[in-house]
């Protein structure tokens, strides 16, 4: 008598293995992109997720660029840097954080106190690094005495009261707030950029 033959089935496909890992590839493609594509910078990042709705009320870590920038009140972003198309066109020279009125407003920078004045109404006091980096916060009241050096950290003035002097309301359309610009080389630059790996909370513009 001979053994029964014996049929050898050839092996299947690993169909939903490789439509696993297709999905998968498709995925990190769309949150990711591609490999080696540049990214955009941090605070221009940060906008775009809060105008398409991806970001409200998050806390969002920012990659280290420089060090030795510290926020200068510890409220949310309630407006974003918008870079002018020209020095004269319009757009939104820093970035406006919420803050309630009489909250220590403290400097971003070591430096010197080389302003601290009345502009267009409101008192401004700016700071400026040994490098020549200047970091304007308005507007504010009891500030520091211009010549003053200051540490990143430092208080250097408290938001003006709302409907008082400097009126910190009126910037933000109702919302108290304080608007931190920062100027390099005469040009004004986004402020979130500068920060070295700080935690900032978006809300979305009204």
């Known amino acids: 008598m001979h053994p029964?033959?014996?049929?050898?089935?050839?092996?299947?496909?690993?169909?939903?293995?490789?439509?696993?890992?297709?999905?998968?590839?498709?995925?990190?493609?769309?949150?990711?992109?591609?490999?080696?594509?540049?990214?955009?910078?941090a605070g221009a990042a940060l906008a775009d997720a809060a105008s398409a709705g991806a970001?409200?009320?998050?806390?969002?870590?920012?990659?280290?660029?420089?060090?030795?920038?510290?926020?200068?009140?510890?409220?949310?972003?309630?407006?974003?840097?918008?870079r002018p198309a020209e020095r004269w066109s319009a757009g939104h020279r820093g970035v406006d954080l919420r803050a309630e009125p009489?909250?220590?407003?403290?400097?971003?920078?070591?430096?010197?106190?080389?302003f601290a004045g009345p502009v267009a109404g409101r008192t401004v006091l700016?700071?400026?690094?040994?490098?020549?980096?200047?970091?304007?916060?308005?507007?504010?009241?009891?500030?520091?005495?211009?010549?003053?050096?200051?540490?990143a950290g430092d208080a250097v003035g408290v938001l003006a009261v709302t409907g008082g002097p400097g009126d910190a309301g009126g910037h933000c359309g109702g919302t108290p707030c304080l608007h931190w610009g920062v100027r390099r080389d005469g040009e004004y630059v986004d402020p979130l950029d500068l920060l070295a790996r700080a935690t900032v909370v978006l809300l979305p513009w009204p």
């Open 126 to 151: 700016t700071v400026v690094r040994a490098d020549g980096l200047r970091t304007s916060l308005e507007p504010l009241s009891e500030v520091a005495e211009v010549g003053t050096p200051v540490a």
């Open 4 to 41: 029964p033959s014996v049929v050898r089935r050839p092996p299947r496909p690993a169909r939903g293995r490789t439509s696993r890992v297709l999905v998968i590839g498709l995925l990190a493609t769309a949150f990711l992109g591609p490999l080696g594509a540049p990214g955009p910078s």
């Open 102 to 114: 009489g909250a220590v407003v403290r400097s971003p920078v070591d430096g010197v106190v080389e």
């Open 55 to 82: 970001v409200s009320a998050a806390r969002v870590p920012i990659e280290p660029v420089t060090g030795d920038v510290v926020l200068p009140v510890d409220g949310p972003v309630v407006r974003f840097f918008v």
